[in-house]
């Protein structure tokens, strides 16, 4: 025989405990934080930040040598955000792959990539308007799923 | 329609066989990864196998050795993308091993006669010898260097037979050049790739113009097996239709000789433009991926720098050439390939 008083406590901690397992998307540190990554850690650690495959505009780079090759070429060309201002912070979902492009690939890319817990970021710069994609959480850290722009 | 046909090239291919052409990973260093015929990327191991199908990606540190039979070895170096693949020449089925980008060494132990063919974004090469190097460079071109042995290299109709310390460059849309000397290890693939990009970014429009060629002689081919493989599936669904017309009506004689003389010869028929189509918009999806990709990023990046050359025309001529991408070969394409 369940106490009925009981019931209601239940409940609630059957919420809590379903959202503690929902991977839940970044919040507005988080998204700084790798702002400032990007615009300033080195291609080494850029590499190990970058989850494999990487969405770039409407290219999708797949493997560790093509990933180095973007920071490493990024790093040469002194590239960075000049005092980004996030706009927009959202959980990813599919109907964003068209504002990278309307390619499959890059829908594919969204389908397969953008977990339940990954960010959609839109943020303005001193270069201009940067998209920004992060993976969902994974051993208390957040990969760069990819990025686009400017627009 | 598309949707059909997807599922139809699905049923297909998964109903191909397993090729002897698996090959075992032997020796690894570095960061080693391996692309499935799922889709999925993950790292390669020692005593894996790596099968038809699957594409083997190393990191800048990466090397992997494989040995697809006792005595031979493919060593794949650093920064390269190689695959296992499958195609039928003249009815007969044949192995395929490409390089999209990188340099890859082949050590053959013996000449069987069955040796898989040589593919790089440029070039197909027969194998008549025991030793040679292919690099395929950052701008889709190529070059193999014969060590031992004997490599024929050909490119739009154009063939050339390279001997013991000859090589051969083919760019990406033409034929072979001359053939130069070239002694063992004095030919290092990091300096030639760098000279290949230089020159790539000096003028990006030239470049490009390359890779559309190359990327047109693909889709050219995926056109020609796909149609070949829609007009094919119609047949063989109409003498299926008949066959069973005949079971239902205790003709099974004359079933069973429609089954042996028309329909099962269609059917292998058929098999064979999938696995060709498949070859083709493959060895496209790997061409826009690693290559293709290089040029964008690159270009990106001098963009940010503003010492790219020309960069909004390359924008526009880049965009453009993905719309043709996107429209012949991405039908051909399944999900499992992205």
């Known amino acids: 025989m369940i106490n009925k008083a009981f019931l209601p406590v239940a409940l609630i901690l059957l919420f809590l405990g379903s959202c503690a397992t929902v991977p839940r998307a970044a919040g507005e540190e988080e998204v700084l934080a790798s702002l400032e990554l990007i615009s300033g850690a080195s291609p080494e650690t850029l590499l190990a930040s970058s989850h494999d495959p990487f969405l770039l505009d409407g290219e999708v780079l797949v493997g560790k040598s093509a990933l180095s090759l973007l920071w490493n070429s990024l ?55 940067f998209l920004l994609l992060l993976a969902p959480r994974d051993k208390g850290s957040r990969k760069i799923l990819g990025w686009g722009g400017p627009y | 329609m598309k949707k059909q046909l997807l599922l139809l090239i699905t049923a297909a291919v998964l109903a191909l066989p397993l090729s002897a052409q698996n090959s075992d990973v032997v020796y690894l260093e570095g960061w080693v990864d391996v692309k499935t015929g799922s889709g999925d990327i993950s790292e390669l191991f020692m005593g894996d196998q790596v099968r038809v199908g699957e594409t083997v990606i190393t990191g800048d540190d990466g090397l992997a050795e494989l040995q697809p039979e006792a005595g031979s070895r493919i060593i794949i170096h650093p920064g ?64 193999i260097m014969v060590e031992s042995g004997a490599v024929a290299v050909e490119s739009q109709g154009r063939s050339v037979d390279l001997a013991p310390n000859e090589g051969v460059e083919v760019q990406p849309g033409e034929a072979p050049g001359e053939k130069f000397r070239v002694m063992r290890g004095s030919l290092d693939f990091s300096a030639w790739n760098a000279n290949r990009a230089e ?98 990023t690159r270009m990106k990046a001098l963009g940010f720098s503003g010492t790219a050359v020309d960069f909004e025309g390359f924008r526009g001529a880049y965009a453009a050439l993905l719309d043709y991408y996107e429209e012949m070969i991405v039908p051909y394409l399944v999900a499992a390939d992205f």
């Open chain 1, 75 to 129: 790093a040469e060309a002194g590239f960075g955000f000049t005092n980004p201002v996030i706009t927009e912070i959202l959980p990813a979902d599919p109907s964003q792959a068209s504002l990278f492009s309307s390619s499959r690939e890059v829908v594919y890319f969204f389908g397969n990539y953008a977990a339940p817990g990954s960010t959609f970021v839109r943020f303005r710069s001193g270069e201009g308007e």
């Open chain 2, 80 to 143: 390269t993308v190689f695959s296992l693949q499958e195609r039928t020449v003249n009815g007969q089925k044949r192995s395929v091993v490409s390089t999209s980008l990188g340099s890859v060494a082949f050590r053959f132990n013996k000449m069987t006669g069955a040796e898989p063919d040589i593919a790089t974004p440029s070039m197909v090469a027969g194998v008549r010898g025991t030793e040679f190097t292919v690099f395929a460079g950052a701008d889709g071109s190529s070059l």
């Open chain 2, 199 to 296: 020159e790539m970014l000096s003028d990006p429009l030239l470049a490009l113009a390359r890779m559309e060629k190359q990327l047109v002689e693909l889709a050219e081919q995926v056109q020609e097996w796909g149609g070949r493989y829609e007009a094919n599936i119609k047949l063989v669904e109409q003498k299926r239709g008949e066959m069973k017309t005949l079971a239902e009506a205790g003709k099974e004689d004359q079933a069973r000789s429609l089954f042996t003389e028309e329909l099962r010869p269609l059917e292998v028929e058929t098999s064979d433009m999938v696995l060709n189509y498949r070859y083709y918009s493959l060895s496209a999806l790997n061409f826009r991926r690693h290559v293709m990709s290089g040029l964008y």
